[in-house]
């Protein structure tokens, strides 16, 4: 999930109008990167109202912060860096992650579009289930990689790790992928 409607330049001017405390450009930022903070939030807590919380805290330490901002790295990765170390701090206060299985309620089995429906529901268990297995740190870069559109540079950045490491969890997870997948389908 991309932010909408600006480009990278105009994030960093809004982070400038924001310093100056501007409402108005903080409920710009807001619509530019809320869906975005949100999606990561829920992807790694994995409840709404602890991701609604996190998004609240995320745009309250914009508008504290928004002057500590270097312009060393693009406003999104910023942003989303306050995300993880948020999440980081969610989680340790909770102790360990909840989890949930989304049952999906399929009505007439006869239909086609009812079989191409059950196919896709049960490839996407598939990957959520092995989603769930990944480890916080290669579930993150798989998130941020593929869900966020991140340069692995960035993701180095946000997780505030070497450029080697994200690369290394990236492969250890597809690989994990690529094995929980294939033992999944053949049952």
């Known amino acids: 999930m991309k932010a909408k409607g600006l480009d990278p330049d105009e994030?960093?001017?809004l982070l400038r109008r924001i310093a100056a405390g501007s409402e108005q450009a903080l409920s710009e930022f807001y619509q530019a990167?809320?869906?975005?903070?949100?999606?990561?939030?829920?992807?790694?807590?994995?409840?709404?109202?602890?991701?609604?919380?996190i998004l609240n805290g995320v745009m309250m330490e914009v508008w504290r912060c928004a002057s500590l901002f270097e312009g060393r790295s693009r406003?999104?990765?910023?942003?989303m860096g306050i995300t993880h170390h948020k999440i980081i701090d969610q989680l340790r206060k909770?102790?360990?992650?909840?989890?949930?299985?989304?049952?999906?309620?399929?009505?007439d089995e006869?239909?086609?579009v009812v079989l191409d429906a059950?196919?896709?529901a049960e490839n996407a268990k598939f990957i959520r289930r092995c989603m769930?297995?990944?480890s916080d740190a290669h579930h993150q870069v798989v998130h941020l990689t593929f869900f966020e559109d991140l340069s692995y540079p960035e993701i180095a950045q946000i997780l505030n790790c070497p450029l080697g490491t994200v690369k290394t969890?990236?492969?250890h997870a597809k690989q994990l992928l690529k094995k929980c997948l294939a033992k999944l389908m053949k049952q």
């Open 169 to 171: 969890r990236m492969f």
């Open 33 to 53: 990167f809320h869906s975005s903070v949100y999606a990561f939030a829920l992807k790694l807590l994995k409840d709404p109202v602890d991701a609604a919380e």
């Open 110 to 112: 006869n239909s086609s």
């Open 118 to 120: 059950i196919v896709s």
């Open 75 to 79: 406003a999104r990765t910023w942003v």
């Open 132 to 134: 769930e297995k990944l």
């Open 94 to 107: 909770r102790g360990r992650h909840k989890t949930e299985e989304i049952d999906p309620n399929i009505p």
């Open 11 to 13: 994030h960093i001017v």
